[in-house]
């Protein structure tokens, strides 16, 4: 089998309320998908969604970089043969993860499509029948955030992510008026997005956080500083998760040496796709870390990829992949997969979701295709 051809669209995915974190306020989500197509007549679609603030990539950046750069290289290549796709990509341009991530997802969808098989069969087979929703909170007025999370506590779910990360007395507010609000029994997970800078500002925060149950605290000081992560660690006892200071499996060993967090979390933009993501999980696996399969607000396409990779593996305990809940429009149908509380993905072949080419024009802003 062969690629015969990339088509590559630049997407604003319309989000149904504006995405608030420490760093940055979404009113679109910015995405690239890409279509690859075979001499077998096979199709398979993938995404890139950036964040310029964790690995330095832009929108029409990856765009170009795929476009110009690792389109042309894997054209003519194999796209069941994952490892010689990457060694060909990461020949091709240094770093780009979410670049990668983007042909790295429709290879395996190509390759489970071919094989008739869902994409969690092809890389460790399923383990977890299904996942908590988590409901994620943009960041706002305690007030107005507690109603959110109390509303829907209502619909049924049972866990939340909290995003603060702006000044430490306004974000405990945050915490304690949520906390109030929906009582001892819901799970509370705090992502301050390096909001906090510092292991003396996060651990004052950590000290007044602690009477409020928290299952831990995500990425509270700047993604280089790790040895500023392995202080907090070893001065507080909530659980701290490392993101945006982990990429790939340079990064994680040096959590894993310095003792730097208690828990993984890992996106498929950070470290290129598929393919990468099963690679850290089993090197959190050897140091004995949980992990969790995190979000950078991917469509149906990105979301369902983190899903196969989350559903295979043992030591991941927990995902946070809610893009297509908060998009107004999407590409694919992986919304029907989302049953509050719970995440059941369906058994089709490769990622397991139906594209509507229609919708997929329609959000397109500019594309090109490269044969």
Request: net charge negative; hydrophobic share 40%.
């Amino acid at each position: 089998m062969k690629i015969t051809k990339i088509d590559v669209y630049g997407i604003q995915f319309p989000l149904a309320a504006p995405f608030v974190i420490s760093y940055h306020t979404y009113d679109k989500m910015p995405s690239i998908i890409v279509k690859i197509e075979t001499d077998e007549g096979i199709i398979g679609y993938g995404e890139g969604v950036p964040d310029e603030h964790v690995t330095g990539e832009t929108w029409e950046g990856i765009f170009h970089i795929i476009k110009n750069t690792l389109g042309p290289a894997v054209l003519g290549q194999n796209p069941m043969e994952i490892e010689r796709i990457h060694e060909i990509m990461n020949n091709a341009i240094y770093s780009s993860p979410t670049a990668k991530a983007a042909i790295d997802i429709a290879c395996f969808d190509i390759l489970g499509k071919k094989l008739q098989q869902p994409v969690y069969q092809l890389i460790g087979g399923r383990y977890h029948e299904q996942f908590p929703i988590t409901h994620v909170l943009s960041i706002g007025e305690p007030e107005d955030m507690a109603k959110e999370a109390l509303e829907k506590a209502g619909q049924g779910y049972e866990y939340f992510k909290i995003k603060v990360g702006t000044e430490v007395g306004k974000d405990v507010e945050r915490i304690k008026a949520i906390r109030s609000l929906i009582g001892p029994g819901p799970a509370i997970r705090v992502d301050v997005n390096q909001g906090w800078k510092n292991s003396s500002t996060t651990l004052l925060a950590l000290e007044r956080l602690e009477k409020y149950q928290i299952d831990w605290i995500e990425q509270p000081v700047a993604a280089d500083d790790m040895d500023g992560m392995a202080e907090v660690k070893a001065k507080t006892r909530i659980p701290l998760m490392v993101d945006e200071g982990l990429k790939g499996t340079r990064e994680m060993l040096q959590v894993i040496q310095k003792r730097a967090a208690d828990k993984i979390n890992i996106k498929l933009m950070k470290c290129g796709g598929i393919y990468p993501a099963v690679k850290l999980a089993h090197q959190a696996e050897l140091a004995g870390l949980d992990c969790q399969v995190g979000s950078m607000v991917e469509s149906s396409v990105g979301s369902a990829a983190g899903f196969h990779v989350a559903f295979s593996k043992k030591n991941i305990t927990s995902v946070e992949l809610t893009g297509p809940l908060k998009f107004s429009q999407d590409i694919g149908d992986l919304h029907t997969a989302y049953q509050v509380p719970f995440i059941r993905l369906p058994k089709r072949a490769g990622l397991g979701v139906e594209i509507d080419e229609s919708i997929l024009k329609e959000l397109t802003v500019f594309q090109d295709v490269i044969q």
